[in-house]
């Protein structure tokens, strides 16, 4: 299992920047890939960017260009540098761990942090 704590979000003008936080209980060594989605309101929860164990990174192209997820593997944190943000980047922002077992793959979810673009 693992615990994923996120924290950065907030209030923000359009063109700002935010760094948003996911803190994992255990080493993100063991863990197969991680990433960040968001849902806006009325909308379905959708990948903003992904990090796998060996460095891969997938960003949504809505954010390609704006957003660099990255990992500090002795803190066993991943972050979402979000630059030039939009008021259509407003959403919770959940971290999540993708496990792989030998027979099934499991995902954990943090408890969200909010993010707001507005002026």
């Known amino acids: 299992q693992v615990q994923l704590v996120e924290s950065g979000g907030g209030l923000v003008q359009p063109g700002g920047s935010l760094r948003l936080s996911c803190a994992a209980s255990r080493s993100i060594f063991s863990i197969n890939a991680m990433g960040w989605y968001r849902q806006a309101p009325g909308k379905q929860r959708e990948l903003v960017a992904r990090?796998?164990?060996?460095?891969?990174?997938h960003y949504a192209d809505s954010v390609k260009g704006r957003f660099t997820i990255s990992s500090d593997n002795l803190k066993n944190t991943v972050y979402l540098q979000m630059n030039g943000l939009k008021p259509e980047d407003t959403a919770v922002y959940y971290c999540?761990?993708?496990?792989?077992?030998?027979?099934?793959?499991?995902?954990?979810w943090g408890q969200g942090t909010q993010v707001t673009v507005s002026s």
């Open positions: 999540n761990a993708v496990l792989v077992g030998i027979t099934s793959t499991y995902d954990y």
């Open positions: 990090i796998s164990s060996g460095s891969t990174t």
